[in-house]
């Protein structure tokens, strides 16, 4: 067996009670070196076999993950925040159900979640934004036509971008592109949730600048949206007018 195990965001108690029994209980742990908290290494059987998937190809997980199988062994496959966003994982699924590999996947916190935990931040707020695209900057992965981010961003909505840090100077000229101004409000979260965590709220036209400044290049990521600084619409959810499955309207009069 193979559990996909999302690490969290980096503090290592942000790891879900789940992730962290399946580290307790693993022979084998395939971690992603370059973002997992090694801490949560520390939770693993002694005699758990560890390796870092950052030297590794995919040919080598797999490998690895053969081997564990063939000696009836289980295999944790850490990866960082949730599994789910940027994670790779599909390509290794593929390649599991062909050699009859039985896969879980247990979900965990995205670094998109710890960002807007750090900066106090409602992604979806009335009258502001009730959306959340999720997207990157098209680097050596290249983006399919429809989701260039200067199209997104005609959307005007919240909008969480992975992978860019260094890429800022595009991304500003992108999101004016499609009709953001410069003065939209942006924030840089580097580290969300790690002991060196740090973040900058600056606008659309001052984010390059700003991690230029703050010498970040990786590890961070890029919000944009009216829901840093806004006006907005309280809630129909807690509003006394407004019935729901647990309140009536007339209960809270
Ligand atoms: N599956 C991960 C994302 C992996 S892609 C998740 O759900 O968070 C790697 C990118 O995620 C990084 O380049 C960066 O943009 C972002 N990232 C991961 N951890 C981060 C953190 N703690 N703080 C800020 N950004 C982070």
């Known amino acids: ?32 070196g370059s973002l997992v908290n090694k801490e949560l290494l520390k939770y693993a059987k002694k005699d758990c076999k560890v390796y870092n998937s950052a030297y ?36 290794q699924m593929v390649i599991l159900e062909k050699e009859n590999i039985k896969y879980r996947v247990c979900p965990g916190v995205s670094s998109f979640c ?7 931040l409602e992604y979806t707020l009335p009258d502001v934004s009730q959306t959340v695209i999720i997207t990157r900057t098209e680097g050596r992965t290249k983006m399919p036509e429809k989701e260039d981010i200067s199209l997104l961003a005609k959307h005007n909505c919240t909008m969480v971008v992975f992978l860019s840090a260094a ?18 409000p942006a924030a840089i979260v580097y580290k969300a949730s790690w002991p060196d965590e740090k973040k900058f ?18 590890t961070a990521l890029i919000i944009i949206g009216r829901v840093l600084n806004s006006e907005f619409e309280r809630s129909k ?17």
């Open 1 to 32: 067996m193979v559990d996909f195990v999302g690490a969290g965001p980096g503090a290592e108690d942000l790891i879900t009670v789940r992730g962290m029994k399946l580290i307790e209980n693993a022979d084998q742990i395939i971690y992603a």
């Open 56 to 91: 590794m190809t995919l040919e080598e997980v797999i490998k690895a993950i053969k081997a564990a199988e063939k000696a009836n062994k289980n295999t944790v496959r850490l990866h960082t925040g949730d599994p789910s966003i940027y994670g790779a994982i599909k390509e």
């Open 114 to 120: 710890a960002a807007a935990a750090s900066l106090n």
């Open 167 to 184: 890429l800022l100077g595009v991304l500003t000229e992108k999101l004016k592109k499609g009709g953001l101004s410069g003065d939209t």
């Open 201 to 218: 709220i600056c606008t659309v036209d001052e984010l390059e600048k700003t991690a230029e400044r703050e010498n970040i290049k990786n």
């Open 237 to 253: 959810l807690y509003d006394p007018s407004f019935s729901t499955m647990f309140r009536n309207e007339s209960d809270s009069k």
